[in-house]
């Protein structure tokens, strides 16, 4: 399998009717895109709460959900057609958002492979592993890991040379802790 266009979506996320949220830039996506432009690769980028920021959806009383409708995030990936979709969720709270997009990525296109990287699944991993349409997480820093991870799925790199990783092997859970860490922060 080639891998050609990888589609990061930062999902919707909960919040009360006073809006107890502040937005920030897609900083991890942004610079796991950059990593994999420098590869060839096109890179697209959805940040589901500042495109859909006027859209609030009920949850449960004082609970809604501002952002991109799954509707619309389904629309946008089928559009773009990715061979990975990196789901970014920094916080617990926020992780049936991000599981639900990796549904949506599997309904679509079962050989369409799900990375889900932040504080989340760096902390949780075996349990965001739980969720069969969750392929790999990335633990921590994720700048060189997606290249790795690109370069395995691409043939030329054994899944036993990425570290910083979680996946399953024959249904079994396989957490490979972090021992590389980026030594050039301005690269």
């Keep these: 399998m080639a891998i050609k266009k990888v589609l990061f979506i930062t999902p919707p996320a909960y919040t009360t009717r006073l809006r107890d949220i502040n937005p920030l830039p897609p900083m991890g ?27 609030e959806e009920d949850v449960n009383g004082d609970i809604i959900r501002i952002g991109l409708s799954f509707k619309d995030i389904e629309k946008k990936i089928v559009e ?5 979709v990196g789901i970014s969720c920094l916080f617990t ?14 309904t679509n296109d079962k050989k369409a492979i ?36 690109i370069d395995h799925l691409n043939g030329r790199k054994g899944l036993h040379d990425v570290d ?7 249904g079994e ?15």
């Design 29 to 55: 996506p942004a610079y796991l895109g950059a990593v994999l432009e420098r590869e060839g690769i096109e890179v697209n980028i959805i940040d589901s709460l500042i495109e859909g920021w006027e859209k």
């Design 80 to 84: 773009f057609g990715p061979d990975v």
């Design 93 to 106: 709270k926020q992780r049936k958002n991000a599981h639900e997009i990796a549904r949506i990525v599997k």
């Design 114 to 149: 799900t990375v889900m990287g932040g504080a989340h699944p760096t902390v949780c991993p075996e349990l965001v592993l739980d969720d069969s349409n969750i392929d790999f997480v990335i633990l921590g820093e994720g700048e060189l890991t997606i290249r790795h991870l």
């Design 164 to 170: 910083g990783i979680g996946y399953r092997n024959n």
């Design 173 to 187: 859970k396989v957490i490979r802790q972090r021992v590389r860490f980026i030594q050039d922060l301005d690269s």
